[in-house]
């Protein structure tokens, strides 16, 4: 059982800078693939960046490639999505998941979700 609370959502303006934290409990944190995924009002829920529970794959959606880096400290629990060169597009609640499957992209695939967090980019 993973249990995942996301923080560092909030607004800032267009071309701003913001990193999200994921906090995971359990004692098999790093056994786990760890996601994010973004759902803006009226938008199914899409993906945005994955990281392999060793650490050394990570993937990220065609629309966030280059601007946002996901990174994992396995010693802390914790699970990062720093992003950067931020855009309108990029509002949304940002949700953290985590995985055993060899899952990337498919939310089905990831096992235990966080509540969400809220990105609002102002133009």
């Known amino acids: 059982q993973v249990q995942l609370v996301e923080s560092g959502g909030g607004l800032v303006q267009a071309g701003g800078s913001l990193m999200l934290s994921c906090a995971a409990s359990?004692?098999?944190?790093?056994?786990?693939?760890m996601g994010w995924f973004r759902q803006a009002p009226g938008n199914e829920r899409e993906f945005v960046a994955a990281?392999?529970?060793?650490?050394?794959?990570?993937y990220y959606a065609d629309s966030v490639r280059s601007r946002f880096t996901i990174s994992r400290d396995d010693a802390k629990s914790m699970t990062y999505l720093q992003m950067s060169s931020l855009k309108s597009e990029d509002t949304a609640v940002y949700y953290c998941?985590?995985?055993?499957?060899?899952?990337?992209?498919?939310?089905?695939?990831?096992?235990?979700w966080g509540q969400g967090t809220q990105v609002t980019v102002s133009s």
């Open positions: 990281i392999t529970s060793s650490g050394g794959s990570t």
């Open positions: 359990g004692r098999t944190f790093s056994s786990y693939r």
């Open positions: 998941a985590a995985a055993i499957a060899r899952v990337v992209s498919v939310s089905r695939g990831y096992d235990y």
